[in-house]
């Protein structure tokens, strides 16, 4: 499971530790390995934590999904600001 708030760089920033960059190159180095050894599937799959700061991201997310090659997404929702940060959408 791969943990993302966006679906670029900028609107991911709210997963501290958890650069997007990092998370896409590994997926993608995944499915590279997938095609080299001839598998049908990898079972992995992002873990969307959407934010309501961040909704206009979600309308990334299939095209994103289809670029790396994934078709699972686990999207959860965040009621409760977490932080002053994200309270105010920042």
């Known amino acids: 499971m791969l943990p993302l708030t966006g679906t670029d760089a900028e609107s991911n920033v709210a997963r501290t530790g958890v650069p997007y960059e990092e998370v896409i190159s590994a997926v993608e180095r995944l499915q590279v390995v997938r095609l080299a050894k001839g598998a049908v599937h990898i079972e992995i799959h992002f873990a969307y934590l959407l ?11 299939p095209t994103l999904m289809q670029r790396v ?13 977490c932080c002053l940060g994200l309270r105010n959408g920042g």
């Open 51 to 61: 934010l309501a700061s961040n909704v206009a991201a979600v309308r990334r997310l």
């Open 69 to 81: 090659g994934l078709i699972i997404l686990s999207a959860w929702f965040l009621s409760l600001p």
